[in-house]
């Protein structure tokens, strides 16, 4: 892993180290929370990493102010634009609004309502489009960054948003030194690659690990026939990991920089939310708490070992989560 499994072009730790200066002052230097109930239940020794505490909610806001700091003048007047069922149209609109950025966000019409309500509330124009009859929110974003001359902002596959997010791992590592495993939440894998780049730099011979939905397992899947996978609008509560496929520069970030993605069931999500809401006060949102389910559902053994994990955010809409814990 590190250098030697990093294609030409992508963006490495120097990467990280520079975003990580543009973040300073801005980003939340996140809190690493423990628990003994935890490691008494798990037998590992653990750290979880509190993005869930991060502005705007979630570890998103990392790559978005990173990726909006780096535009021109020029681009900054044009605007940007961005498709995201939540966090990252979030990021996004807070991003721009601390950076005077115009900005359009696509967002699918069944996205939780407080991730919605919270984008307008950062200034942002929100444009609605329904996944359910097969709209194309890339296609709908292109389209109205071409009318606007605004930029396209992704998601997940752009690398100052790569970058960006790494710095979340760059942080644990620094505040708790060196780790066996880190646990990672994974959708388009952005987050995962970022973290990945930072561990394998920072802890050498560490194991990183991604955690996907099972219902949304095409990262797995991909890593595991090293082909790249595709799944279809999957059904899950964990509605930040719903991306269909990695992308063009993830792909091969996390072929290089991954040792294995697990996967952990809807059922299985609600308990690791319980245990964090409960137990540790922690408000988890479900795609948040995937890492946390993985370990205490047993999805992988990790007894003895010093393991980080990242909880992504906390953005949950408090009337679904009473349904869920219901």
Not at 33 to 38: N, P, W
Not at 187 to 214: F, Q, T, Y
């Amino acid at each position: 892993m590190g250098d030697a499994g990093h294609p030409a072009g992508l963006p490495r730790y120097a990467d990280i180290e520079a975003a990580s200066e543009r973040l300073e002052g801005v980003a939340h230097r996140t809190p690493v929370a423990t628990s003994r109930e935890f490691n008494s239940r798990t037998g590992c020794e653990a750290y979880f990493k509190c993005e869930n505490l991060q502005r705007m909610g979630a570890f998103k806001f990392r790559g978005a102010y990173n990726a909006l700091s780096k535009l021109d003048a020029a681009a900054r007047r044009g605007g940007v634009v961005a498709f995201s069922s939540g966090n990252h149209a979030q990021a996004v609109a807070l991003a721009g609004q601390l950076l005077d950025i115009p900005r359009t966000i696509v967002m699918p019409a069944d996205a939780p309502a407080v991730k919605v309500a919270a984008t307008r509330g950062y200034g942002a124009e929100v444009v609605l489009y329904d996944r359910a009859r097969g709209e194309d929110r890339h296609q709908i974003a292109k389209r109205i960054s071409e009318e606007k001359g605004a930029t396209l902002v992704p998601p997940f596959d752009h690398p100052d948003i790569i970058a960006g997010q790494g710095t979340a791992a760059k942080e644990l590592f620094e505040d708790v030194g060196a780790l066996d495993y880190l646990f990672v939440p994974t959708g388009g894998a952005g987050l995962l690659s970022g973290c990945a780049i930072a561990a394998n730099h920072l802890s050498p011979g560490i194991r990183v690990v991604g955690v996907e939905p099972e219902a949304g397992d095409d990262a797995a899947r991909s890593l595991r026939t090293r082909t790249l996978q595709r799944v279809e609008n999957p059904q899950t509560i964990a509605d930040g990991a719903r991306t269909e496929q990695l992308g063009a520069i993830t792909f091969p970030l996390v072929l290089g920089q991954v040792h294995d993605i697990v996967t952990v069931s809807d059922a299985q999500l609600v308990e690791a939310m319980r245990f964090l809401w409960e137990r540790m006060k922690l408000v988890v949102e479900p795609t948040g708490a995937l890492a946390t389910a993985a370990i205490l559902s047993g999805a992988t053994g990790v007894r003895n070992a010093r393991v980080g994990i990242i909880l992504s955010g906390g953005n949950v809409d408090l009337k679904a989560a009473a349904a869920l814990f219901a």
